[in-house]
């Protein structure tokens, strides 16, 4: 399962807020539901986040291997 567990730390330690990324860089309230809820987003919003944030993609989300993942 991937997790954005990292992402908020990383947003913590920025200068950026939820408040910011949604009006200043115009992310729907929607991406941030998906981050607190672990939902997927694509790689294109992911890549904003990097930009925004200026961090790695590990610095956003992380594989944690978990019993609840569909099977393949």
């Known amino acids: 399962m991937i997790s954005y567990s990292p992402f908020w730390t990383t947003l913590q330690n920025s200068s950026e807020t939820t408040y910011t990324l949604i009006h200043k860089y115009h992310l729907s309230s929607a991406t941030i539901d998906k981050l607190r809820k672990n939902k ?33």
């Open 40 to 72: 997927p987003l694509t790689t294109t919003t992911i890549n904003d986040l990097c930009r925004i944030l200026n961090c790695r993609i590990e610095e956003i989300a992380v594989y944690e291997p978990s019993d609840i993942d569909q099977p393949l």
